[in-house]
Structures are given as C-alpha cells and as structure tokens.
C-alpha cells in the first residue's frame, strides 16, 4: 500500500545516488550518503512503499539495438470522448515502439516520443498502424536529429 512519506536530506541523497546507479550495494550507499547500511536499506524500503520509488530497470543504448531514430509525433484525436480517449490510450500502451506518451493541453491532444530502426520504419508504423487508428484524425512527426541531453534523474 502507497502511504505519504516526508523525505528528509538522507532520503535525497539516497534517491540521487540511486537514480545515477541502481547497482550500489548498501553497503557503498551508505558510504555515499553517511548512514549505515541497515539504515539505507529500511529506508530504500519505506521509499518503496511510498511509491517514491518505482521499478528498478536497466537502461539500453538505443544505436546498439537498432533503435537509434526518435520521433516525436503530435496526435489530434477524433473525438475527445472518454471511450476514444481510453481506446486510444489502450493502443499507446500496446505498441512497444511508443516509449513515451503525453496527454497534452493546446492544439495537439497528444504528444508521443516513438523509437525505430529507420525512417522507413517509422513510415510503416505511420502509415499503417498510428494513422489506421480509428480515434486519429491527424498527425505531425519530427525527428530528432541529435539528443542533446536525456536522463531519467529527476531533481530531488
């Protein structure tokens, strides 16, 4: 059960030292952040259950498997109705090359960061799959030419 959690100056430097590597043992936490490591681990557990903490993931070069093109596609809805909405969502999350997906407030309904091998790639996922949805009325793709910066560390 998710339960409210006051996170103190520890606590903060537990979450930024594990956001940078989630492979430190406790025992190197500890170290880090000036605590024992009985103590970094109740409170690695009490973030858990807060909810503060989620999975823990290993992150992947997306060049190194085929995946280097990102494309940040912009989604106008047919209808804004609850069922087209959800219909909709239920697909974002059913298609592995979405990675990302936004509910977004001005002219675009949607806002969604996709991953291919190719342009070609992304044309069929396009073409044929995004734009075949029957909740898409329209949508607009930029590529990304370079990442400048990408991180999954929030600022604690």
């Known amino acids: 059960m998710k339960q409210d959690r006051t996170i103190d100056a520890i606590d903060r430097k537990i979450i930024t030292a594990l956001q940078q590597d989630a492979t430190l043992s406790h025992a190197q936490l500890a170290d880090r952040v000036g605590a024992s490591s009985a103590s970094c681990w109740r409170r690695i557990k009490a973030l858990e259950n807060a909810g503060i903490f989620a999975a823990t993931v290993r992150l992947v070069d997306?060049?190194?498997?085929?995946?280097?093109?990102?494309?940040?596609?912009?989604?106008?809805?047919?209808?804004?109705?609850?069922?087209?909405?959800?219909?909709?969502?239920?697909?974002?999350?059913?298609?592995?090359?979405?990675?990302?997906?936004?509910?977004?407030?001005?002219?675009?309904?949607?806002?969604?960061?996709?991953?291919?091998?190719?342009?070609?790639?992304?044309?069929?996922?396009?073409?044929?799959?995004?734009?075949?949805?029957?909740?898409?009325?329209?949508?607009?793709?930029?590529?990304?030419?370079?990442?400048?910066?990408?991180?999954?560390a929030l600022p604690v």
């Open 62 to 152: 997306p060049d190194k498997v085929g995946r280097g093109v990102n494309v940040m596609c912009n989604i106008r809805m047919r209808s804004h109705a609850m069922e087209a909405r959800s219909a909709f969502e239920q697909f974002v999350n059913s298609r592995p090359e979405i990675v990302q997906c936004f509910s977004m407030s001005g002219e675009w309904d949607y806002l969604l960061r996709v991953v291919v091998a190719d342009v070609t790639d992304y044309n069929r996922f396009l073409m044929m799959v995004l734009l075949g949805h029957p909740s898409v009325a329209a949508a607009a793709s930029h590529f990304a030419l370079s990442m400048t910066k990408s991180t999954t």
